[in-house]
């Protein structure tokens, strides 16, 4: 099925992008990779007569580190750039593997990291590890620009805080403490994953341990009871020692997730992936 004829907008600027929304308002939406929205438009399940394609807007797309060590990601990038970026395999190797592993090459190529956060399909990878790493969103409109934390960013399924006419312009990730490693693990019967897990492990910060599951509701859930079992550990345990302390407390933390059946599996056995994926992850970050 085709979609419903639109007028298409090409901006070669952020100015001019947020220009073309302020004019059309609800009868306008932004198009970024493409991969989600105009799946639904050929659907018909989302109508705009009017597209705003943001592919022409350069600021969107730059990778660089600030002088504080803040990582800044253009919404624009593709999973693969990003993948591929060396200063995102050097400062996040874990945020790059996951990007190497997203969906097929033709999502990888063509999808962008804003517009899979923006579209806000529960079955993502993105959200999850951004969570565990503290990210923000940088959000722009034509009156401010704001930053919301990515654990505040995804409020239902489909849904956001991104306010109609603001545009996503690039995720910052901050600086971690001196040997912190982060990983993610991931399963699922399909391109997308039924339960992904994220991991970051901070041996010389405050809290030891930040752990998000994703895919298995709506948002990323943190896991906070065994965060905090966590961050009583000796930062120089080796891995069986931290999962001696921790396995017990993340089965029933797991067991009490508020899953539903769907077609990627039944809750007990998305509840289960939670474990193993989070073991995994761990794991993962520790060695």
């Given at each position: ?58 600021e969107l797309r730059d ?148 752990l998000w599951a994703g ?64 073991q995994r992850a761990i ?5």
């Amino acid at each position: 099925m085709r979609p419903v004829r639109f007028e298409l907008h090409r901006p070669t600027s952020l100015e001019d992008a947020l220009a073309f929304k302020a004019v059309y308002g609800d009868e306008a939406t932004f198009h970024a990779g493409g991969t989600e929205l105009l799946v639904a438009l050929k659907a018909r399940v989302l109508h705009y007569d009017h597209v705003i394609d943001l592919k022409q807007v350069p600021e969107l797309r730059d990778i660089h580190v600030r002088e504080d060590g803040t990582l800044v990601i253009g919404a624009l990038s593709t999973h693969h750039v990003i993948a591929r970026d060396p200063l995102v395999r050097l400062v996040l190797p874990g945020y790059a593997e996951l990007s190497e592993n997203v969906a097929n090459i033709r999502v990888r190529v063509a999808g962008t990291l804003g517009g899979v956060l923006c579209f806000a399909e529960p079955h993502a990878d993105a959200p999850t590890m951004l969570c565990a790493l503290d990210a923000r969103m940088v959000l722009a409109s034509p009156e401010r620009t704001r930053r919301v934390p990515s654990r505040e960013f995804h409020l239902s399924e489909f849904t956001t805080a991104r306010e109609e006419n603001e545009i996503l312009v690039a995720i910052e990730v901050p600086p971690s403490s001196a040997g912190t490693r982060s990983a993610y693990r991931c399963f699922g019967h399909t391109e997308r994953p039924a339960v992904g897990v994220a991991a970051a492990w901070s041996p010389n910060g405050p809290k030891r341990l930040n752990l998000w599951a994703g895919a298995i509701t709506a948002t990323p859930q943190p896991l906070s009871e065994t965060e905090e079992a966590a961050n009583v550990l000796a930062p120089d345990l080796p891995y069986e020692e931290v999962w001696a302390s921790l396995s017990s407390v993340l089965a029933a933390e797991a067991a009490r997730i508020d899953a539903h059946d769907d077609l990627h599996g039944s809750a007990d056995y998305k509840r289960h992936l939670v474990s193993v994926l989070a073991q995994r992850a761990i794991k993962a970050s520790l060695t």
